[in-house]
């Protein structure tokens, strides 16, 4: 049994602490630096199972040796991996869906709050100098919370974590997501919606809680804008690419977006000239929503038991392709 860890850099201190893990398994691993097909294809041999840091093109995949049972990323995300290739392979592939559910519901909701009350607006503003008289508002008019409905573009693990902490504050809660039973929208309290426009046209904030696919990619646009409510809050903790950059632009200089909430980009690290820097309305912070403590810890447990169960010749509960592979 033996895994290949792909970012042997990033391996040696992401894991540092925790190969104890293998060890116990009595499962042997290697470490590769990122190469090209045939490095990989020789570093791969008698190996069960990858664990990438990297993404891993078709050209890579195909590359492994047949050996390979499994891929397995280091995130909720595996729009890193061409996972039709690794399907015509016959190749699992993993993520840790499971993770940082807690961490990034939160900040989600910390944005939402932030938004909601201009919190940032009001601490640039009094750093600034700005604060003049005994009592001063700045930033765009706010109305109660209890008045509000918010849409969950998404409702997994992530979305309907976040609905529990929102619960407290009288918010309506509408929610698309066609995967999701209707179930789990009943024991919410949440009102499912059939369709993305119909989301649009109903929520005061819509928080985004999506994987991203071919057909999430730059799913908010100028036309999906266009149909929300005029001064929509908007929240993404999600992929960058899920939203059209420009597009928000756009509707935070119309005022159609009265605030945004942004976590993710598209290009990482945001360039300092981009004008979004420069938009008073919007909370930015570094892809950081997934980190605590705890939810570091979980990462790499979770990735290197995932490695094991392969190993073992055991289908991973996280193996997202099962359906593919004929294995569900």
């Given amino acids: 049994m033996r895994a290949l860890f792909y970012g042997s850099m990033y391996a040696q201190v992401f894991f540092k602490g925790h190969f104890h893990i293998l ?10 630096d990122p190469g090209t097909p045939e490095a990989l294809a020789e570093a791969s041999k008698d190996h069960d199972v990858i664990v990438t840091f ?30 039709e290739a690794a399907n015509k392979r016959g ?4 993520n840790i869906p499971d993770y940082c559910i807690e961490e990034v519901a939160l900040h989600s909701v910390t944005l939402i709050l932030s938004a909601l009350r201009n919190i940032c ?47 407290g504050f009288g918010v309506k809660f509408v929610a698309y ?8 929208f009943e024991s919410m309290g949440v009102q499912r919606v059939q369709t993305k426009d119909e989301l649009y046209a109903v929520s005061d904030i819509i928080g985004i809680y999506l994987i991203l ?28 690419a899920i939203i059209d950059l420009d597009a928000v632009k756009e509707g935070l200089k119309s005022g159609k977006i009265g605030a945004a909430g942004l976590d993710t980009w598209e290009k990482e690290p945001i360039p300092l000239d981009d004008p979004i820097l420069k938009e008073d309305n919007v909370t930015i912070t570094s892809h950081s929503a997934y980190f605590s403590i705890e939810a ?26 099962k359906k593919q592979l004929g294995l569900s």
């Fill in 177 to 184: 997501d066609p995967w999701v039973p209707d179930s789990v």
């Fill in 54 to 83: 990297f993404p891993l093109t078709e050209t890579l995949i195909n590359s492994l040796s047949d050996s390979i049972k499994a891929i397995v990323v280091t995130s909720i995300g595996y729009d890193n991996i061409d996972v």
């Fill in 23 to 32: 060890d116990e398994a009595g499962v042997q691993y290697d470490l590769v």
């Fill in 296 to 321: 570091a810890i979980d990462l790499r447990v979770k990735c290197l038991k995932t490695a094991v169960n392969v190993c073992k010749g055991e289908v991973p509960y996280n193996c997202i392709n």
């Fill in 213 to 240: 696919t071919d057909e999430t990619y730059h799913l908010i646009n100028a036309d999906a804008i266009s149909k929300m409510k005029d001064d929509v809050i908007l929240v993404n903790t999600a992929r960058g």
């Fill in 91 to 94: 190749i699992m592939v993993c």
């Fill in 121 to 167: 607006q009001y601490d640039r503003t009094i750093r600034g100098g700005g604060w003049k008289d005994r009592s001063m508002l700045c930033g765009r008019e706010h109305h109660r919370m209890s008045t509000l409905t918010m849409g969950f573009m998404g409702f997994g693990r992530i979305g309907q974590m976040a609905c529990k902490q929102m619960s």
